[in-house]
């Protein structure tokens, strides 16, 4: 392939063939023309360059039979885009599914809960009870493979009663699942990291429950206490006879490969790869989880730190190779179309700039795969204002 430097790409150009980021992810189709929006987001995303077994065409020497998309890629009337601020937002992680997805949701709460009781276990009686462990990865790596859209929507959904620990917890495992399948890791590797996956933050079980629940800013005596967590969880997993490398995910999944983590600071060589990947995923769902500590940010901010810190903080391929299984766009995360419309991202296409959204049109939802829409394109994500 070509290697296409982003500094060279140009608004109003395309591509002769299919463009590419990180090798094998499809950016753009081949003959789209370039917005400006699409640029920004390359430099956002922090990626220099662009594949493409082609070449980039700058717009004054594209031919007259591209001129027609063209026209059809402009934006809508400017009165659509100036009404963006008076629509109501479709929710991101919305309780209100139906009834096919509400199944979906009771098995995701089963799991939530099975968590809870297995990690009780553990640190009570040291013991495992294996059987309900791998019947539970075997039931949610089954709905990976079927219902793998469906279930991101639901990741993240509030359980009353049940601590925000196991549900993000299971959201881990699930991405574990998800990057198992696209990084061909064996049986074992498999087994070794879904489980981390689980019982990662048990160590959290020990924190004391007013600093959880703590509405004011955390006192650096407070951190202290919760960076113990990874102490902690590392005993209680290598007590219940877990391997060491399961075990590694809770006493390094806040290590960082430049050495700027805890507990110890170790670095890349020092942090084994469980480690490495649970830092990720737990990264990015703690990061857009509704909890009391820290803030909770947008999923496509989310993706773009783990982008930035690509390479220092977090292992450069294992970023590039989640960001492919999540997509730019996240499901469930709120964008802008070009015509001011607000949607929802439900699905992945397979492009990274064109998900399948669902937006409310004169009254009425639909689905939009925005591949087989040359009308319409993101032109920004909608991040909530907190302030107020």
Request: contains cysteine; hydrophobic residues 40%; aromatic residues 8%.
């Amino acid at each position: 392939m070509n290697e296409i430097k982003v500094e060279n790409i140009k608004v109003g150009g395309a591509f002769s063939e299919d463009a590419y980021i990180f090798n094998n992810m499809i950016f753009m189709p081949k003959k789209t023309h370039v917005k400006d929006f699409y640029i920004n987001a390359l430099k956002e995303w922090k990626i220099e360059s662009v594949f493409c077994d082609g070449v980039f065409i700058s717009s004054d020497k594209n031919t007259a039979s591209d001129e027609t998309e063209t026209v059809a890629e402009t934006e809508k009337p400017a009165a659509n885009v100036q009404n963006e601020k008076q629509q109501t937002p479709p929710a991101a992680n919305s309780t209100t599914i139906d009834t096919k997805n509400n199944e979906l949701k009771a098995v995701y709460s089963d799991w939530v809960k099975k968590v809870m009781l297995l990690s009780e276990s553990i640190i009570q009686t040291k013991n495992l009870d294996k059987t309900t462990l791998n019947n539970m990865i075997n039931e949610m790596e089954n709905v990976v493979w079927k219902k793998s859209d469906a279930i991101q929507l639901i990741m993240g959904s509030n359980i009353p009663t049940i601590s925000r620990i196991f549900r993000q917890s299971v959201d881990c495992a699930l991405y574990a699942l998800m990057m198992a399948r696209r990084m061909n890791m064996d049986v074992l590797m498999k087994n070794n990291v879904v489980s981390g996956a689980l019982f990662h933050d048990i160590g959290m079980l020990k924190v004391p429950s007013e600093i959880l629940r703590k509405e004011q800013p955390l006192t650096d005596e407070d951190r202290k206490r919760i960076k113990v967590h990874t102490v902690l969880g590392f005993t209680f997993l290598k007590d219940a006879k877990f391997t060491p490398i399961t075990a590694s995910a809770a006493l390094q999944h806040h290590e960082r490969i430049d050495g700027s983590g805890y507990p110890y600071g170790q670095k890349a060589d020092k942090i084994t790869n469980t480690g490495k990947l649970i830092s990720i995923l737990d990264t990015y769902s703690a990061s857009i989880s509704a909890k009391k500590i820290g803030n909770q940010i947008h999923a496509k901010e989310a993706v773009n730190y783990l982008l930035q810190l690509s390479g220092t903080a977090f292992d450069s391929q294992m970023v590039k190779e989640f960001v492919k299984t999540i997509s730019f766009y996240p499901l469930g995360c709120i964008v802008i179309l070009s015509d001011g419309t607000m949607a929802k991202v439900i699905g992945n296409s397979g492009i990274a700039m064109r998900p399948i959204v669902q937006a409310t049109i004169n009254g009425e939802e639909k689905q939009i795969n925005l591949c087989e829409h040359s009308d319409l394109y993101i032109k920004a994500t909608y991040v909530p204002d907190t302030s107020k």
